[in-house]
């Protein structure tokens, strides 16, 4: 994370005594898998807890994502992005670093705490484009009209941690606002089933519309993790700051945040042969690597020390890298 970020994010907890307790509450809300009949962000104490338990893990798998996406269509140089259910901000942040030459911002947030809150963060980043972002009070069901639709324009959309907070036909009604609005998508949710399911209703429609899937599928058939009763998703970590650990009640300087997620685009992608689909196994002269390949097969391959500079290559591969490196 920015060490700006994280000094944003400390300095605005920093006077409050009562995030601990707001974090609790948070936790059992995302916890509970429930669709929320209220704004989870209803109140300045929930906007502050979200930004020190939830704001970083946001940022990081965010910023892998886009990273996949950005490995996979390099020509993709965005200068606009809208970020719908944007919390905080933390998309805006990772997309930053991935693409600095971004040159538009524009964050759709129903919660009023969360903007504000989210303003004043940016208002402390180095980066111009931050400082100016444009936010913008919405909240899905008031986009009843195409108007409404095409009103939000850019060349990068980005969803992170919403569908599960929608019903089924909102969760269709935003993937149209997506499609419409940008040539790029990208959606992050849980990495639990129920979050994976989500991402996979998206993924065929975003297939149904005509994109082309970038990551982390390296196909566009079915997902071979169907069939066997799994759930892809992959594994960021981030450390903790100071503040995050006091909030979360919890000692470890780290946390390993759960994700799945799909990336989509209108061109053509330079997708990898495979994916990595969960931590390789390392064991003396021999690496296992379980894969999603191209031909839409999971499979388990063996790669030993006399490969030479394909097992050095193995040795150094990531959980989500794509397979064989380039």
């Given at each position: 994370m920015p060490s700006t970020l994280r000094a944003c994010?400390?300095?605005?907890?920093?006077?409050?005594?009562?995030?601990?307790?707001?974090?609790?509450?948070?936790?059992?809300?995302?916890?509970?898998?429930e669709l929320p009949t209220t704004p989870i962000l209803s109140s300045d104490d929930d906007v502050l807890a979200y930004a020190v338990y939830r704001m970083p893990a946001t940022y990081a798998v965010i910023r892998a994502a886009l990273e996949r996406l950005h490995t996979a269509v390099p020509e993709l140089q965005p200068r606009s992005l809208a970020?719908?259910?944007?919390?905080?901000?933390?998309?805006?942040?990772?997309?930053?670093?991935?693409?600095?030459?971004?040159?538009s911002v524009t964050l759709l947030?129903?919660?009023?705490?969360?903007i504000e809150l989210g303003s004043r963060i940016m208002a402390s980043s180095n980066t111009a484009v931050l400082r100016g972002a444009a936010w913008r009070s919405w909240r899905l069901p008031s986009m009843k009209s195409d108007a409404e639709l095409d009103a939000v324009s850019a060349d990068i959309a980005i969803a992170a941690y919403v569908l599960g907070e929608l019903?089924?036909?909102?969760?269709?009604?935003?993937?149209?606002?997506?499609?419409?609005?940008a040539p790029a998508v990208v959606l992050v949710e849980p990495g639990?089933?129920?979050?994976?399911?989500?991402?996979?209703?998206?993924?065929?429609?975003?297939?149904?519309?005509?994109?082309?899937?970038?990551a982390p599928c390296p196909h566009e058939l079915a997902c071979p993790m169907l069939e066997r009763g799994d759930w892809c998703h992959f594994a960021e970590r981030l450390e903790r700051s100071r503040a995050h650990r006091i909030a979360k009640a919890s000692e470890l300087s780290y946390e390993d945040e759960k994700y799945s997620y799909v990336a989509a685009t209108r061109v053509p992608a330079g997708r990898p042969a495979?994916?990595?689909?969960?931590?390789?196994?390392?064991?003396?002269?021999?690496?296992?690597?379980e894969l999603c390949t191209s031909s839409g097969e999971a499979e388990q391959v063996r790669i030993a020390k006399s490969k030479g500079e394909l097992y050095?290559?193995?040795?150094?591969?990531?959980?989500?890298?794509?397979?064989?490196?380039?």
């Open positions: 994010i400390d300095d605005v907890v920093a006077t409050t005594t009562t995030v601990t307790r707001s974090v609790e509450r948070l936790i059992e809300t995302y916890r509970s898998g970020d719908f259910g944007a919390g905080t901000g933390a998309a805006a942040w990772a997309a930053m670093d991935v693409w600095p030459a971004v040159e947030e129903q919660s009023a705490a969360a019903t089924e036909p909102q969760q269709a009604a935003l993937l149209a606002a997506l499609v419409r609005s639990t089933p129920a979050g994976y399911a989500r991402i996979i209703r998206a993924r065929d429609a975003l297939i149904g519309s005509g994109f082309t899937i970038a495979a994916r990595v689909l969960r931590h390789p196994q390392l064991r003396k002269g021999l690496v296992s690597l050095k290559d193995a040795r150094d591969v990531r959980w989500g890298d794509g397979w064989p490196p380039d």
